[in-house]
């Protein structure tokens, strides 16, 4: 477990530094239960549900099947991003080589997200209704904080390009 554990941190950190903690739609919907993004909650927010030794012991169980998928597919992720962008920036676009490489990454990232929610499905049939409830709440707040600071949902009439909201 404490190399799983040492290889995730390693690998956030790489994606992290490489700015790969973030997409273009802001934080990634495919970041692990260890980093919550807009697709569910984060660890902090589950273990905050008052629970049980033995939902917690599950819950941790349910992070651990999971771990090394997740790992593998952050490596992935990582490496079709950058190979769309080497086709983004070539001398001469290839318009099958970007279509290619952006069909590749929505794969990974669809990957990502399925299993995601299965993970969350799993723990959340661990916990109690009302466990799974304040999780909801909690998470919907988040997400709605997030989008606020992103600038959704704000009219841009009568702005310059590139007057979007910042990333």
Known sequence: ???VLAVVFAVSSVAIA???GRSSEGYCAEQGLTG???GGPGLRAVMDLNLSDSQRDQVIKIMETHQIDRVKARGDLI?????????LQAD???EQ??????????SVREDMLISRTKMITEI???LTPEQTKLLDERTAERSDRMESQRGYGKSFAGRLPGDGPRR
């Not at 079709?80 to 086709?87: C, Q």
């Not at 080589?97 to 929505?106: D, I, N, P, Q």
């Open 1 to 3: 477990m404490a190399v």
């Open 18 to 20: 490489r700015g790969h």
């Open 36 to 38: 919550s993004g807009p």
């Open 79 to 87: 490496k079709d991003r950058d190979n769309l962008r080497k086709a």
């Open 92 to 94: 001469k676009v290839n």
């Open 97 to 106: 080589g970007v279509r290619k490489a952006y069909k590749k990454l929505s």
């Open 124 to 126: 959340k049939a661990v």
